[in-house]
């Protein structure tokens, strides 16, 4: 029989959001980075939402896996007040590509914050309805210019372009242009 669950919770950052590098908070982007490491062995997936100093979670995976990482998450000292907000069995995975997809505020969101009167993302203010509208939103956002640098959803055939993968396509075209131009020169210089 299947213990799979989908557990959300809400929490509060403790650090001083840094500039942001490639889109990403710093201390955001070590989480992720340990957070996809740790959830691919384990078989963990979901999304991670970080903004205004509130993070939201939305963990999928074995029942007995997601409260071992849950423990974790009680210790890490780099958030607090953590709070579940749903916790439920289902059949299927919603974020099943990513061992754990994230999202920043965005276009999308605010237009969601807006729609319901938030003037900032906090989710401590949130009901149901809030949470229900805004894990729909996170699941449909994976248009490449919605999701930002560094997200890798497991299945490579989904990975979206990062603006350095767009930066090194443009060079690498630009590159061969200039090759072409420069052997059509010579090829003319020797006929004439
Ligand atoms: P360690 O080897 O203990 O650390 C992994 C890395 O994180 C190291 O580089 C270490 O320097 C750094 N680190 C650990 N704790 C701290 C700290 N308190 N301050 C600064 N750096 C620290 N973990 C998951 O496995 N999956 C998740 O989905 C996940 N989501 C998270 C979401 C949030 C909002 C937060 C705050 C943390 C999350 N974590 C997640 C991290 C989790 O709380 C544990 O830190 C992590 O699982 C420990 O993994 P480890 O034993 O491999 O780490």
């Excluded at 992720?32 to 959830?39: A, E, G, K």
């Excluded at 690498?172 to 131009?181: C, E, F, H, N």
Aim: net charge positive.
């Amino acid at each position: 029989m299947s213990n799979l669950i989908q557990l959300m919770y809400i929490s509060r950052a403790t650090f001083k959001p840094t500039s942001a590098v490639q889109g990403i908070e710093p201390n955001v982007a070590r989480i992720l980075q340990s957070s996809r490491i740790n959830n691919a062995k384990v078989d963990v997936g979901g999304v991670l939402f970080y903004g205004d100093g509130h993070f939201f979670q939305c963990l999928e995976g074995d029942k007995a896996a997601v409260h071992k990482l849950l423990e974790r998450l009680h210790r890490d000292d780099r958030h607090t007040d953590v709070k579940i907000v749903s916790e439920k069995p289902v059949q299927v995975r919603r974020f099943e590509d990513w061992s754990m997809k994230y999202t920043a505020i965005n276009d999308s969101i605010n237009l969601l914050l807006a729609k319901f009167g938030f003037k900032t993302f906090n989710p401590y203010q949130f009901d149901t309805q809030h949470f229900n509208a805004l894990i729909d939103t996170l699941e449909r956002m994976n248009q490449p210019d919605e999701i930002i640098d560094g997200n890798d959803p497991k299945k490579s055939s989904r990975k979206a372009p990062t603006r350095a993968d767009n930066e090194r396509s443009g060079l690498v075209t630009m590159g061969i242009i200039a090759l072409i131009l420069i052997v059509g020169g010579v090829l003319v210089t020797q006929l004439m």
